[in-house]
């Protein structure tokens, strides 16, 4: 089992800076791959970003386009999304979330990858 806890979220004006934070308790954090995902208001959840479980790979929705950066620190269980360059569009829940595959070998990008979800985190960018 393991306990995921968004923080970070808030809000910005275009062309802003967030950075998101997650962090994992009740596991061998290094045993899971960690993505994040966002959910806007009438929108499935969209994937974002996943980091591998030694942080090595590392796996980006093509719409990021180098504005975001996913790290992890295993030595105090975070992850950590970078965001730069907000738009509008960007609003959203941003969730954190652990995949089994740790070596990102699944489809990634597919929420039934994750088996753990942090609670999310808003992020609302305004024109």
């Known amino acids: 089992q393991v306990q995921l806890v968004d923080s970070g979220g808030g809000s910005v004006q275009t062309g802003g800076s967030l950075r998101l934070s997650c962090v994992a308790s009740g596991s061998t954090f290094t045993d899971y791959g960690m993505g994040w995902f966002r959910q806007a208001p009438g929108k499935e959840r969209e994937f974002v970003s996943a980091?591998?479980?030694?942080?090595?790979?590392?796996y980006y929705a093509g719409w990021v386009k180098g504005r975001f950066t996913i790290s992890r620190d295993n030595a105090k269980n975070t992850v950590a999304l970078e965001m730069n360059s907000l738009k509008p569009e960007d609003t959203a829940v941003y969730y954190c979330a652990a995949s089994p595959k740790r070596f990102l070998e699944g489809n990634m990008n597919d929420v039934q990858e994750y088996i753990y979800w942090g609670q999310g985190t808003q992020v609302t960018v305004s024109s």
């Open positions: 980091i591998s479980g030694l942080g090595g790979s590392t």
